[in-house]
């Protein structure tokens, strides 16, 4: 048998600065889902302002009194 020199594969050397790089990634996906949080909240405010506005119309016997 014939030995090889092939060497085995070294892992990918981190950045130096690896921790404020992995941070900055996290703090990138924290905004973007505070975002869509933000935006799913406000449209679902706006289901609940219309649906109380058409049962006020409906039931209450009046005009909603909306902004």
């Given amino acids: 048998m014939a030995s090889s020199s092939t ?3 070294q892992p990918a050397q981190l950045p130096a600065d690896w921790f404020g790089a992995m941070s900055q990634i ?3 996906a924290q905004g973007a889902q505070w ?3 933000t935006a799913w ?3 679902a405010a706006a ?3 219309e649906l ?3 049962w006020a ?3 209450a016997g ?3 009194l909306g902004d």
């Fill in 26 to 28: 996290w703090w990138a």
């Fill in 7 to 9: 060497s085995m594969p």
């Fill in 35 to 37: 975002q869509a949080l």
């Fill in 47 to 49: 289901v609940q302002q």
């Fill in 62 to 64: 009046g005009a909603p």
């Fill in 52 to 54: 109380w506005d058409e």
């Fill in 41 to 43: 909240q406000q449209a």
């Fill in 57 to 59: 119309a409906r039931w």
